[in-house]
């Protein structure tokens, strides 16, 4: 019994030392964008488009791709919604939607993929859903769920309790791959 109560231990030691090292793994800290960004124009490509301009919203399908400075999304279909004449939320959909921008102060580019790729400018809020995967440069999380809030710098990652049909390819389970990092020398 005390050698089953170690094995919990140590298992629960393990997720916590995942989850403390979830932030790390994408550096959290403006990891999600560059802030040039903000400042260059939308460019959306797709097969069609409807816009309704009393609900300020717009909706994009078939090969549609989205850049904006370092930002590029590729999707199925895209919905945009504004509001005041601003950009308010985006939402991504496609058998796996995928999305790629540089860090703000890095060489590197985040990059994630998932079934529904939702981000929400107003609160800085990042949602994917559906066999959802984030990596920097071979680090990488995955699930069925990733949230990610940029104000407070936090990730949820969540699995869907082992539901072979769940398009988590990660059988149920949170995965988390983190490199060794290299060591610079004097």
């Not at 717009?58 to 945009?80: H, S």
């Amino acid at each position: 019994m005390i050698k089953n109560k170690s094995k919990h231990a140590q298992k629960d030691l393990a997720s916590w030392k995942i989850i403390l090292l979830l932030p790390l793994i994408f550096n959290s800290a403006q990891s999600l964008a560059e802030n040039a960004d903000r400042d260059k124009p939308i460019n959306i490509e797709a097969d069609s488009a409807h816009m309704n301009d009393k609900t300020s919203t717009a909706v994009f399908k078939g090969n549609v791709v989205l850049t904006q400075g370092t930002l590029l999304i590729r999707a199925d279909t895209l919905t945009v919604i504004q509001e005041n004449d601003e950009f308010k939320q985006g939402i991504a959909l496609g058998e796996l939607a995928y999305f790629r921008q540089k860090r703000e102060g890095y060489d590197d580019y985040i990059e994630g993929e998932a079934k529904t790729i939702e981000f929400n400018a107003i609160t800085d809020q990042l949602t994917m859903v559906d066999t959802a995967k984030l990596w920097r440069e071979g680090d990488q999380v995955e699930g069925k769920f990733i949230h990610y809030d940029a104000t407070t710098e936090t990730f949820t990652v969540r699995s869907d309790a082992g539901n072979p049909d769940s398009g988590n390819p990660s059988n149920g389970r949170v995965k988390a791959t983190i490199q060794p990092k290299q060591q610079i020398e004097p």
